[in-house]
């Protein structure tokens, strides 16, 4: 059994967890311990939002963004507004509440994005 909206963290098992387009994603291992147990042998799926897309939208503009993928030296192509790096938490952040119950293994830097932008049509968004 695992939770709804998570990674599976069984011990020994491996999984993928990514933060924004601009941030580190990860490789993570469960591990054994009370904390695995109590919460399932699962953890998080990704960084998490502090900001709905609307909200997003109306509270960055595309010169922030830019310059934020800029100084993580992030290439992006497309996108819009709604997945800004600015609009979700901070991964490490994240995992560090987990830490107990997940070793990271590999931390993977992102160098560039390709999402559809604003005027394209992204059967894939929610």
């Known amino acids: 059994m695992v939770r709804k909206g ?6 020994g098992q491996r999984g993928f967890i990514g933060g924004s387009m601009g941030d580190d994603a990860v ?7 009370e904390e695995a147990k109590a919460s399932l ?27 934020w993928l800029q100084w993580h030296g992030v290439t992006l192509v ?8 600015m609009a979700y938490r901070r991964l490490p952040e994240v995992l560090a509440e987990h830490a107990g119950s997940i070793r990271v293994q590999h931390t993977l830097r992102p160098f560039a994005v390709a999402m559809a932008g604003e005027n394209e049509f992204d059967p894939f968004k929610d």
Do not use: N, Q, W
Request: zero cysteines; a negative charge; glycine letters at 10%.
């Open 41 to 67: 042998y699962s953890t998080v799926h990704g960084a998490g939002r502090l900001f709905g897309r609307k909200e997003a939208k109306r509270r960055f503009t595309r010169a922030e963004m830019d310059a």
């Open 78 to 85: 497309g996108a819009d507004l709604d997945e800004s790096p």
């Open 27 to 33: 490789i993570v291992e469960g591990v054994d311990s």
């Open 6 to 11: 998570a990674t599976p963290a069984f011990p």
